[in-house]
C-alpha cells in the first residue's frame, strides 16, 4: 500500500469493507461449515445407536453430508435468486442505498460515454431545428435531457434519492 493511500482516510473504510468481505464470505463460512459437522457428528450422530452404526467414523459422514449438503445449498441459492421474492427486496434495497443508481459512476461512464451522448443530443437538436422536423415538444424534451446529461457528466445527481442520507 502507498503511503499517499494511508494517509487518506477512504483506506480505513475500504480496509473495513474487504476485512467483512473475506471474514463473513470466506472465514466464518469455512468454520461454521466444519463446526456444523462437527457438532452434528459428535453431539447427534455419537448419541444415537443406530445412526452411529451407518456413520462409525467423522470423515465418511462429513464426505456424505457434503455430497448431499452441496446441492442442497446450490438448489436453495437458486431458489432465492429465481422463484423468491426475497432476492428482488433486497436488490430494491441495494438499488435505493447505491448511490450510483442517481449519479455516474467514475470511469468510462462520466469522462466518454455521457458526454458522448450529451454531443450527439446537442448535434441531434441542431439539426432538427435546423431542418424544422422537432415539435416544440420534442425540442423541450431533448434539452431537458440535456440539461440532466450535462448534471450528472458534472457530478450531480439526477432522480429522487430515495435514502436521506447525502453522498
Given amino acids: 500500500m502507498k503511503l499517499?493511500?494511508?494517509?487518506?482516510?477512504?483506506?480505513?473504510g475500504r480496509a473495513w469493507y474487504y476485512f467483512r468481505m473475506g471474514y463473513s464470505t470466506y472465514l466464518t463460512f469455512l468454520l461454521?461449515?466444519?463446526?456444523?459437522?462437527?457438532t452434528v457428528y459428535y453431539l447427534a450422530i455419537?448419541?444415537?445407536?443406530?445412526?452411529?452404526e451407518i456413520f462409525p467414523h467423522f470423515a465418511p459422514f462429513a464426505v456424505?453430508?457434503?455430497?448431499?449438503?452441496?446441492?442442497?445449498?446450490?438448489?436453495?441459492?437458486?431458489v432465492h435468486f429465481k422463484r423468491s421474492i426475497?432476492?428482488?427486496?433486497?436488490?430494491?434495497?441495494?438499488?435505493?442505498a447505491n448511490?450510483?443508481?442517481?449519479?455516474l459512476p467514475p470511469g468510462y461512464a462520466?469522462?466518454?460515454?455521457?458526454?458522448?451522448?450529451?454531443?450527439?443530443?446537442?448535434i441531434m437538436r441542431r439539426l432538427g431545428e435546423k431542418n424544422g422536423i422537432l415539435s416544440e415538444a420534442e425540442i423541450a424534451q431533448i434539452a431537458e435531457?440535456?440539461?440532466?446529461?450535462?448534471?450528472l457528466i458534472d457530478g450531480g445527481i439526477v432522480g429522487t434519492v430515495k435514502r436521506s442520507k447525502k453522498f
Wanted: no cysteine.
Fill in 4 to 12: 499517499s493511500n494511508l494517509t487518506n482516510p477512504r483506506w480505513i
Fill in 32 to 38: 461454521g461449515y466444519v463446526s456444523t459437522l462437527v
Fill in 64 to 78: 456424505l453430508a457434503t455430497v448431499i449438503g452441496g446441492p442442497l445449498a446450490v438448489l436453495a441459492g437458486w
Fill in 110 to 122: 462520466k469522462e466518454a460515454l455521457f458526454p458522448a451522448t450529451l454531443l450527439q443530443f446537442q
Fill in 99 to 103: 448511490p450510483y443508481q442517481y449519479k
Fill in 46 to 52: 455419537r448419541n444415537a445407536p443406530p445412526l452411529l
Fill in 145 to 151: 435531457l440535456e440539461k440532466k446529461l450535462q448534471i
Fill in 86 to 96: 426475497l432476492y428482488s427486496s433486497e436488490a430494491d434495497i441495494a438499488a435505493e
